[in-house]
């Protein structure tokens, strides 16, 4: 028998499985092996990491901002495809869409446009890319069209069109034909009537697309349940299983199980919409297309940073300074921040003075300037 620090529920042994507390849509699997437990159910791990987890990775600009960072370490010399970016629900109502489907639009890499046809759940409508749960299971069609960049690049276009909509039952259809290229070799199907229509419609209402009314739902909450569960597992991690049931741990675990209506939790940080976030300290603390978590005292107790591309940050209060020894203190020390690439399957973890030392330019780090270095290449 065990508990698991996300339910508490006391389980068999076969109930449990590995968790990366820090998701690998993050770049957790580049985290140092603490970071991982198995003191986690394997109903958390499963249910958690789909709405939980995706509630955060599917945001709209969280997304957005993580496909940022695939890009940027593109590897012209070793081509893979990239995410294609979501730009919110179209107001086109393309041939024969049923009444409660929506048509999403999604840029490829060189400017192409997806439409994808999907149902609308209204109640997960700030999720990229709908319900992750249906999605599985329902069938759905996307249209791919070329824009005139793709010329420029077009095996990282192909690479991109052969990885969309993984892990969903998506009938994909290309909108133009390819001299010498077979796209049923990369996942499309022959158009049928009803696509041979759509085709049409979407190569006659789009080539002006660029102002049409688009829709983003963004749920304000759509961090808050994901912090908790962040912070309850790096405390973990770090401290054991005396941060789980004290006042703060207390909070902590409502604020993951909370629901529209319940009492709020008393969590201390700041979300993602909150005033109180400071540029400056963003950008300290953050890595230019990289993932940065932060931990750090503070007068509170220990609380762990999340930065995203030097562009989103949360601060959460993770364990607070009372259920603390002088030696947990003495292992945080000045501050610790792991700088995770997942483009680039890097994880580097270090101590907070040698990572402000690099970022003002005092003392350079050689990894760091290695991620650095990978970047500039790109640009150039
Ligand atoms: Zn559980």
Request: with cysteine; glycine share 8%.
């Given at each position: 028998m065990g508990q698991c620090i996300y339910c508490r529920e006391e389980k068999d042994e076969q109930d449990f499985t590995l968790e990366h507390v820090i998701p690998q849509f993050l770049?957790?699997?580049?985290?140092?092996?603490?970071?991982?437990?198995?003191?986690?159910?394997k109903s958390c791990n499963n249910n958690l990491g789909l709405f939980v987890d995706a509630s955060f990775e599917k945001n709209w600009m969280v997304s957005n901002w993580l496909r940022q960072s695939s890009s940027a370490f593109y590897d012209k010399d070793k081509p893979v495809g990239v995410s294609l970016i979501c730009m919110g629900n179209s107001d086109l109502r393309p041939p024969?869409?049923?009444?409660?489907h929506i048509c999403e639009i999604w840029l490829g890499p060189n400017g192409e446009q997806v439409f994808w046809i999907r149902p609308h759940d209204k109640r997960m409508s700030s999720y990229v890319g709908g319900n992750p749960r249906t999605m599985k299971s329902t069938e759905t069609r996307a249209y791919f069209l070329f824009s005139?960049?793709?010329?420029?690049?077009p095996l990282k276009t192909w690479l991109s069109f052969e990885q969309?909509?993984?892990?969903?039952?998506v009938k994909k259809i290309l909108c133009a034909e390819v001299q010498g290229v077979d796209p049923t070799s990369i996942g499309f199907t022959p158009p049928d009537d009803l696509d041979r229509a759509r085709q049409e419609f979407f190569l006659t209402n789009?080539?002006?697309?660029?102002d049409r009314k688009m829709q983003i739902t963004i749920?304000?909450?759509?961090?808050q349940r994901f912090m908790c569960k962040l912070a309850i597992g790096v405390a973990y991690c770090l401290f054991?299983?005396?941060?789980?049931?004290t006042t703060y741990g207390n909070e902590l675990h409502k604020g993951l199980w909370h629901r529209d209506g319940n009492k709020e939790p008393e969590i201390r940080g700041t979300v993602?919409?909150?005033?109180?976030?400071d540029p400056v300290f963003n950008q300290l603390v953050g890595f230019p297309s990289a993932v940065t978590l932060g931990i750090h005292s503070s007068p509170a107790g220990v609380a762990i940073n999340l930065n995203i591309c030097s562009q989103l940050n949360w601060t959460i209060l993770c364990?607070?300074?009372?259920?603390?020894?002088e030696s947990n203190l003495t292992q945080i020390d000045e501050g610790l921040i792991l700088v995770l690439v997942r483009a680039i399957n890097t994880g580097i973890y270090l101590d907070l003075p040698s990572f402000l030392s690099h970022k003002t330019g005092a003392n350079s780090h050689p990894a760091l300037k290695a991620i650095e270095e990978r970047l500039e290449k790109n640009t150039n």
């Open positions: 770049g957790g699997a580049n985290a140092p092996d603490f970071f991982k437990t198995r003191d986690v159910c024969e869409i049923f009444d409660d005139e960049n793709t010329q420029n690049d969309a909509f993984n892990g969903r039952r789009t080539l002006d697309g660029l749920d304000p909450n759509f961090d054991g299983p005396k941060v789980l049931h993602l919409f909150s005033n109180a976030s364990a607070p300074n009372e259920i603390l020894t």
